[in-house]
């Protein structure tokens, strides 16, 4: 008998697991180089899954210059990318039939707190699954005392203490309007119908059944052991964010290769309740025809509908994962910094996307002003009947906080004009003739937005 000796190295190739890794276009390997370079990114880690075979590359430090090389085994925050968490958690009590989509949330909250209605509506669990239950994206009492942690003293009772006194300015159910305080108030919903922390919740029904020994809220010994620090847009290292009341809009910390096995167990099917909770997440929920816009349960669809994804961010880090629908490719792309890697992401999953670097920002000089001088400015200024920006002080540093976002540090640039460095915007103060501040304008966009001063 005469054998085939290529078809026989095939055979062990294939028997003992040496098939060829799925790719990474070497384009956009470069393009992660360039970006790290380049000081946008101390640090990219990619993984590229394709069926059963899965291709990593991770570029730069834990912290820009001084740390350690990164891998797939390097913790990174992933911000909302914890809304899927969130949401896979809700279709699995939704398939055990201890939960309904079109329950009211009324119906799992305490008799004490009063949750808005519009026209006599309610919002159900859906509405907030979806983005359009008509709550902001956050509450107007989130006022945190460090904005560098700005989520970590904002407590169950200011959660309740707004839904309370917050009146809907729409239809439930009508349009989309991305609420970090909705998906954070899911997370509080599923902890008191199943009387367990989101972190155990997450830990039981997710992170173990598919081995993510590296994904949680707290950090353990290890996870702390390999964390990349993040950094701002000047690559100045920040605080890590401690999301507690609102931890199922964003609180979750992970790895490339933990996150592979999440996205993995997405893509695929198998008769278990986890993989049945993730395809009930995948399904249209909530569709648009007027914007040809279609949402899951938190996961977003792209490029016509091929891929199913969800992006992420906190104070020093941008994340992104997703796959493209009916096929076995995923990915997985977490950087320590404010610099978005989204669209490696979506062009590893054939979205269209030519990948450039990004606009290096520049700001003015930052001149010196007295507290004194930084007293005048503080207060209420008007931008629309619902929108309000609010300036206060801390210590000798104005901050800015518009209707249901968080705060912002302002920098002064000359007398009476100040700018931001999370966005390109700027701000010209607006006195009278006595040197009493009347008003501002806000300079974002090619738009100058007069904002009166209101008592």
Not at 352 to 365: G, H, N, Q, R, S
Not at 366 to 382: C, F, P, R, T, W
Request: charged letters at 20%; zero cysteines.
């Amino acid at each position: 008998m005469k054998f085939n000796s290529a078809l026989l190295i095939i055979l062990i190739f294939i028997q003992f697991g040496y098939a060829q890794e799925a790719e990474i276009p070497e384009d956009i390997k470069e393009h992660l180089k360039e970006r790290v370079n380049e000081g946008f990114n101390p640090s990219v880690a990619l993984a590229y899954i394709e069926g059963e075979q899965v291709s990593y590359f991770n570029y730069g430090n834990t912290e820009v210059k001084t740390g350690k090389a990164v891998n797939e085994h390097t913790v990174y925050e992933i911000g909302s990318i914890s809304k899927v968490f969130t949401t896979i958690l809700l279709a699995d009590e939704v398939l055990k039939g201890n939960m309904k989509l079109d329950d009211p949330i009324s119906n799992y909250l305490p008799k004490t707190v009063s949750v808005p209605q519009y026209n006599g509506k309610q919002i159900t669990l859906k509405d907030l699954a979806t983005h359009t239950s008509g709550l902001p994206r956050m509450p107007d009492n989130f006022k945190p005392a460090d904005y560098n942690n700005p989520f970590a003293d904002y407590t169950v009772d200011l959660l309740y203490d707004f839904l309370s006194s917050y009146e809907l300015q729409r239809a439930i159910g009508t349009q989309y309007e991305y609420s970090n305080l909705g998906m954070g108030l899911l997370g509080h919903i599923l902890e008191l119908h199943t009387g367990k922390a989101y972190e155990d919740l997450i830990k039981n029904r997710i992170t173990e059944p598919l081995g993510m020994t590296m994904t949680g809220i707290a950090f353990t010994d290890i996870m702390k052991a390999n964390l990349a620090l993040g950094h701002n847009e000047q690559l100045e290292v920040v605080s890590n964010w401690d999301i507690n009341s609102l931890a199922g809009a964003g609180a979750i910390r992970s790895t490339t290769s933990d996150m592979v096995k999440f996205i993995t167990a997405n893509i695929e099917t198998s008769d278990t309740s986890l993989n049945r909770a993730m395809k009930l997440s995948h399904e249209i929920a909530f569709t648009d025809d007027s914007k040809n816009f279609n949402i899951g349960l938190a996961w977003h669809f792209g490029n016509k509908n091929t891929i199913t994804w969800h992006n992420g961010g906190t104070g020093g880090y941008r994340a992104f994962t997703g796959f493209l629908n009916d096929t076995n490719r995923g990915v997985v792309v977490l950087t320590n910094s404010v610099s978005s890697v989204d669209g490696v992401g979506m062009k590893l999953l054939d979205a269209p996307v030519t990948l450039e670097l990004p606009k290096k920002a520049e700001f003015p000089d930052v001149v010196e002003i007295s507290n004194e001088a930084l007293d005048i400015y503080i207060g209420k200024y008007q931008l629309a009947p619902e929108f309000i920006i609010t300036i206060t002080r801390k210590n000798n540093q104005l901050l800015l906080q518009a209707t249901g976002q968080p705060q912002f540090e302002i920098f002064p640039s000359a007398e009476n004009k100040f700018f931001l460095k999370v966005v390109e915007a700027s701000i010209t103060f607006n006195n009278d003739e006595t040197g009493k501040v009347q008003g501002l304008t806000l300079h974002q966009g090619g738009q100058n937005m007069p904002a009166p001063k209101i008592e």
